[in-house]
């Protein structure tokens, strides 16, 4: 059966054959905060981004993101709620990439490590990351977590 389109195309069934799937990398990132600072780290292109990768088989997200983090950075952290989504083109590696976004909570007081994956690794107050070189999906995380802790902070106890 095909459907005859308004513009005079006639449009066939959707078969096996003529669809091709879009095949994206899925990486989970954290946003960690610590007295007041996020932690990033700078990657290969010299952008600041958010500890985190790629999700493993069998994983939850929660899952990867906690372990990326401690594996970048020696820190263990506790996840959070999920903050945001976005797809992110690389144009260096000509590829997309679909980002998911926690906030994390650090379950350490130690400093953190750089790994082997990036060139360096900083604190940053909340001021410092409208200037940094980084993707703006990871500029509106961390701005979406910092406003959350802080509401957090002012709810009162009961």
């Known amino acids: 059966m095909a459907l005859a389109c ?3 195309v006639t449009v066939g069934p959707m078969t096996a054959t003529n669809y091709v799937p879009h095949l994206y990398s899925i990486s989970i990132k954290g946003v960690v905060v610590r ?3 996020v932690l990033l780290l700078k990657n290969e292109r010299e952008e600041w981004e958010l500890p985190g990768g790629r999700i493993e088989p069998g994983e ?3 899952e990867c993101v ?6 970048e950075t020696a820190w263990p952290v506790t996840t959070g709620p999920i903050l945001d ?3 992110y083109y690389i144009n260096e590696a000509e590829k997309n990439v679909f980002i998911v976004t926690y906030g ?5 007081d130690a400093e953190p490590v750089l790994s082997h994956e990036h060139k360096e ?7 410092e990351i409208a200037g940094l070189n980084m993707p703006e999906g990871y500029k509106r995380s961390i701005t979406t977590w910092f406003a959350r802790l802080r ?3 002012a709810e009162p106890v009961r």
Not at 121 to 127: A, L, N, T, V
């Open 6 to 8: 308004g513009n005079g």
């Open 66 to 71: 906690a372990r990326e983090i401690t594996e």
């Open 151 to 153: 509401a957090t902070e």
């Open 35 to 37: 007295n007041g600072e």
């Open 104 to 108: 994390c909570y650090p379950d350490t």
């Open 121 to 127: 690794i900083g604190m940053f107050g909340e001021s």
């Open 85 to 87: 989504t976005w797809m």
């Open 60 to 62: 939850t997200p929660e």
